[in-house]
């Protein structure tokens, strides 16, 4: 359940997808009257999703699948990646309604009666800054909590947003048994049990100590009482946590021996669908640019977030995200290459590596990581400049945006490794030249791949590695006859030498 839509993918033993379908939202259920799957409320900081939206569109879904002639019966496992940092809260006696449910009736119609909470908070929302520094001061600062938990309060993570309902709706909450991710949810929905919160997605609470593996006292008490008992014990992200629901075998003719491998979230789903390896990153070159980092020892710092990796119990992931990303290159573009790519990739080739010592950072929104705004261009003697040539500012755009990157996973513990692999995707990884200033910056090859459904095919590759887990199998064994990347950019001789003085520079620029 990814944001504004449910979609399936389903996967052969050779790894190659052969079946995928989707429910939109707002286009399939448009009684719900959602816009890009949610509400948005008058205040412009409350959004929230209808719980029984999600149910319904399961529903559309397996009967779809069901009407294509998909044959159920072959499925060995199941797992699927929901949306991060959403919660659900199912009513006192809810779990007596998914462990009876009868298979003539269509899910939405048995749990209607279900939930505590019909309109949940999502990822999206931003109306709990009071209860972010509510949990910030109970632990001692935002430093303290990211230690602890791997990022600093955020608006949008769960335990916020269950200290809100709390302070706000205590009956809600009094009357709430069980408080589910949107991940463990929609798993709960397939087991017709609770299923438990996974480590990977209960990262993004707010409330998991990442190194022990376990909620957090501190965190839990300064957000609601008795809430450990409502979230229940997480488990390690490749769990088999039991086998398909009777219904979905009486209903859809699924085999009752089908696997259920816990569900996670939709960025953790991402790096596993990417295959990312140690020491490997991931970039995605979209609207906003995100870094997928795979960490053996994680530095938590007050920007960024490290989860627990969802494929290996021993290692993190570290997740970056950049406000200025295409549309900030695009602007540059426009005002530097006359609004063409041909000219902007005839810039970066006609200029040196490391720019001559030209420097810029580009934030024409005000960034995330680091908390800045505006445009800001620095000379070979470090002293800040109104301009730069057209073809010096645009190799200052592009080196700037992926040093900042490096400065700041390396600020997380990410260090490149001899066999560090950078896969790239989104709109900007089909620019070969920018390809080759990541290249060149990281010192690491570059490799392109399809990621269109990279969060629902991962979920299908942890099926399988869920099969093969307790067998100690590693994640990078169960894939390794899948789909490969394609290389696309190898570090030019001579670019270690210029990473090494513009360290220097940014160390100062920064």
């Known amino acids: 359940m990814i944001r504004s839509y449910v ?3 389903a996967v052969d033993a050779a790894m190659n997808v052969f ?27 409350t959004v929230t999703s209808p719980v029984l939206m999600w149910v319904q569109a399961l529903d559309i879904l397996l009967e779809k699948m069901r009407a294509s002639g998909f044959d159920f019966s072959r499925v060995l496992a199941l797992s699927g990646a929901g949306q991060q940092h959403g919660s659900i809260y199912w009513k006192a006696g809810a779990s007596r309604v998914l462990t009876s449910l009868s298979p003539d009736l269509p899910l939405h119609e048995q749990l209607q009666a279900c939930f505590s909470i019909h309109d949940c908070p999502v990822w999206m929302d931003s109306s709990t800054t009071a209860q972010c520094r509510q949990l910030e001061a109970a632990v001692g600062g935002a430093q303290a909590l990211s230690c602890l938990t791997g990022s600093r309060a955020y608006e949008r993570f769960t335990g916020n947003q269950i200290a809100k309902i709390y302070q706000q709706n205590p009956e809600a909450y009094s009357h709430t048994e069980r408080i589910s991710l949107v991940s463990s949810f929609a798993a709960s929905l397939f087991l017709g049990s609770y299923c438990p919160i996974d480590y990977s997605d209960g990262s993004g609470m707010n409330l998991l100590q990442i190194q022990d593996k376990v909620w957090a006292q501190a965190c839990l008490g300064a957000c609601a009482p008795h809430l450990e008992e409502k979230l229940g014990p997480p488990v390690p992200s490749c769990s088999v946590v039991g086998p398909v629901s009777s219904y979905y075998v009486q209903r859809y003719g699924f085999p009752s021996g089908c696997k259920v491998v816990a569900f996670t979230g939709d960025n953790p789903a991402s790096l596993a669908g990417m295959r990312l390896e140690e020491g490997d990153i991931a970039i995605s070159l979209g609207t906003s640019d995100t870094l997928f980092l795979w960490l053996q020892e994680p530095t938590p710092a007050l920007e960024g977030h490290i989860f627990c990796s969802p494929v290996d119990p021993r290692h993190y992931m570290a997740l970056l995200c950049f406000k200025n990303g295409s549309l900030m290159r695009e602007k540059i573009r426009d005002e530097s290459a006359s609004g063409s ?10 200029t040196e590596m490391g720019n001559g010592g030209n420097l810029g950072f ?8 680091p908390e800045m705004i505006g ?19 645009i190799r200052a755009l592009i ?5 900042a990157k490096r400065i700041h996973a390396e600020g997380l513990g990410y260090r490149v490794l001899p066999k560090t692999k950078i896969l790239a995707t989104g709109g900007a990884s089909h620019n070969g030249d920018i390809l080759q200033v990541l290249a060149d910056v990281f010192g690491a090859p570059v490799y392109v791949i399809d990621t269109a459904n990279s969060a629902c095919v991962g979920s299908a590759y942890r099926a399988f590695h869920g099969l093969a887990a307790g067998t100690g199998v590693p994640f990078s064994e169960v894939v390794k006859f899948a789909p490969s990347p394609r290389l696309a950019a190898t570090p030019s001789p001579g670019a270690a030498q210029v990473r090494g003085h513009q360290n220097l520079l940014i160390a100062f620029a920064l």
């Open 375 to 393: 445009r800001h261009r620095f000379s070979p003697e470090n002293r800040e400049v109104p301009a730069f040539p057209a073809d010096v500012e």
């Open 19 to 45: 079946y995928e379908d989707s429910v939109h939202f707002d286009r399939d259920l448009p009684e719900f009257g959602t816009q890009g799957g949610v509400h948005v409320h008058q205040d412009g900081l």
């Open 362 to 369: 580009y934030f024409d929104v005000k960034e995330i990581t």
């Open 399 to 403: 080196e700037g945006q992926f040093l």
């Open 7 to 9: 979609k399936v993918v």
């Open 341 to 350: 790519w041909s000219e902007f990739s005839k810039a970066l080739r006609s």
